[in-house]
């Protein structure tokens, strides 16, 4: 049952305890919550959970760093240092401590999965609450945390990120690019991913990049001060060919903030990841 207040579920530590809880939720909280704790899973390796005060607690190494429970008509996800992160999490919850911030998800749609993963990866960089030798989680205190160390911004704005493979830097590199340019960046990322949802994703010369397996890079972007570049690597091949370049395979175009045509990417991304792309991306 749940009402306006966090569950009776015993405290625990483990998955099962916290797989116990969710399936005991009614929907929609019960597909949401789910859906929240795959995300984690995916998006933090060594993840580990446990149960306190009623909720889900996540965290990686020595500390939980957010927590997922079901209410009357919601599912709240709280981020304990969320005063920290960036964008800052709309929700300020009560009796959760100062600095915790989150969100209210009402249903599947409310999920913006790369925001979610963006803060996840941000928060998991910041000393958790609890910890090993104060046996877990602990209420969040008044004191201040140390921020998160931001990625440097490049020339134009470009966030500069580590060479790494997979969704959780591609995500972290999104969440660090400033103004209206992220916002772009993202729609760019949730595109590709439906159309090629195989896609490899890494991060590589401060760019997003994007392989089917075998084949190679199809498709990448990066921030400049007045645009987002989107770079096709077999552009030559594509039909129409994208306006910018002229090397032998690789076309591009520049996304202002109000240029980006949704029908032609379209069509552009799909002919891309049926081609053989550039490089090896395992």
Not at 105 to 112: A, E, F, P, Q
Not at 147 to 173: E, F, I, M
Not at 199 to 225: D, E, I, L
Request: hydrophobic share 40%; charged share 20%; aromatic share 8%.
């Amino acid at each position: 049952m749940v009402t306006g207040k966090a569950s009776p579920a015993k405290p625990a530590v483990g998955d099962k305890p916290v797989f116990a809880y969710i399936a005991s939720l009614p929907q929609p909280q019960r597909g949401i919550a789910e859906r929240v704790d795959t995300l984690a899973a995916r998006t933090l390796p060594g993840l580990q959970r446990c149960i306190k005060w009623g909720m889900s607690y996540y965290g990686v190494g020595d500390g939980w760093c957010f927590c997922c429970g079901g209410f009357t008509g919601h599912v709240k996800l709280m981020f304990v240092n969320g005063a920290t992160l960036s964008p800052i999490p709309p929700v300020t919850p009560v009796a959760m401590g100062k600095s915790t911030r989150g969100v209210e998800l009402r249903s599947l749609d409310d999920l913006d999965e790369s925001q979610l993963a963006a803060w996840m990866i941000q928060v998991a960089a910041l000393p958790g609450v609890g910890g090993k030798k104060r046996e877990y989680a602990e209420m969040p205190t008044r004191k201040s945390p140390p921020r998160a160390r931001k990625p440097r911004l490049l020339a134009g704005g470009n966030p500069q990120v580590a060479k790494a493979d997979g969704d959780a830097p591609v995500q972290a590199y999104v969440a660090a690019i400033p103004g209206w340019k992220r916002d772009v960046a993202r729609r760019l990322d949730q595109l590709i991913s439906s159309l090629a949802p195989g896609a490899r994703k890494a991060v590589r010369w401060n760019s997003a990049m994007y392989g089917m397996p075998g084949k190679g890079w199809f498709v990448s972007f990066h921030v400049f001060t007045h645009y987002v570049k989107l770079t096709f690597f077999a552009g030559t091949s594509l039909v129409p060919p994208p306006s910018g370049g002229s090397a032998k395979e690789a076309r591009w175009i520049n996304i202002g903030e109000q240029d980006m045509n949704e029908a032609q990417l379209r069509r552009w991304l799909k002919q891309a990841a049926a081609l053989p792309g550039w490089g090896k991306n395992g």
